[in-house]
């Protein structure tokens, strides 16, 4: 079993924010599989059976502990399904690259991802491969928190559109494929490119 935990924060009023993009994600993938989200414990899942290779069960994950506490409900899953660090690919924002990038990272640090933070701390490992979605950095003035919880602009949406059915493509590939064939092929791709923006 390969399992994609996509980071976020629950309800309405965070659903279009910059810190929901791993969220956006999923759904995107769920949405292409018919994929029925249901609650257990600290997150909602959805599991499928995918073609890859005479077939590969797939999980997804969301987090419904707030981002700061995400490690909560990923470790939960890890013991639940017996899963180790590197069968469990993250999915979240990142300020350090801009909008319209995506790039996977074997391991590592949490770069001051409040999120991955979490993670580390309650899986006790940083050996889980991510996939970083680029949402840019703030303004000048501009709180960085109050950034990722504020919602893309009109202009950006239109290549966030494009970013999260890249970001799809892409967790799918690194399932099937691995995270190394990921890594080569999609790190240093621009959706805003593909997308006409500019």
Do not use: Q
Not at 45 to 60: C, E, K, Q, S, Y
Not at 95 to 102: E, H, I, T
Not at 131 to 157: N, Q, T, W
């Amino acid at each position: 079993m390969k399992c994609v935990v996509g980071l976020g924060n629950p309800g309405k009023k965070y659903r279009n924010t910059r810190h929901n993009v791993g969220y956006r994600v999923l759904d995107e993938i769920a949405g292409r599989f018919r994929l029925a989200w249901s609650e257990s414990g600290f997150s909602e899942r959805a599991l499928a059976t995918v073609p890859f290779g005479g077939g590969v069960d797939l999980l997804l994950v969301r987090p419904l502990t707030y981002m700061n506490s995400s490690g909560v409900a990923v470790s939960e899953v890890m013991e639940d399904y017996d899963l180790p660090a590197a069968d469990v690919l993250v999915i979240h924002d990142d300020m350090d690259l801009p909008l319209g990038k995506v790039r996977f990272k074997r391991k590592g640090s949490s770069g001051g991802h409040r999120g991955i933070e979490s993670i580390i701390e309650e899986t006790g490992t940083s050996d889980f491969p991510r996939l970083k979605i680029g949402v840019g950095r703030p303004p000048e003035g501009v709180d960085p928190a109050e950034y990722v919880l504020s919602r893309f602009s009109g202009d950006d949406e239109e290549i966030l559109a494009e970013v999260i059915r890249l970001a799809a493509e892409a967790t799918l590939d690194a399932v099937s494929r691995g995270i190394d064939w990921a890594m080569a092929h999609y790190n240093g791709l621009d959706a805003a490119l593909e997308s006409g923006g500019r």
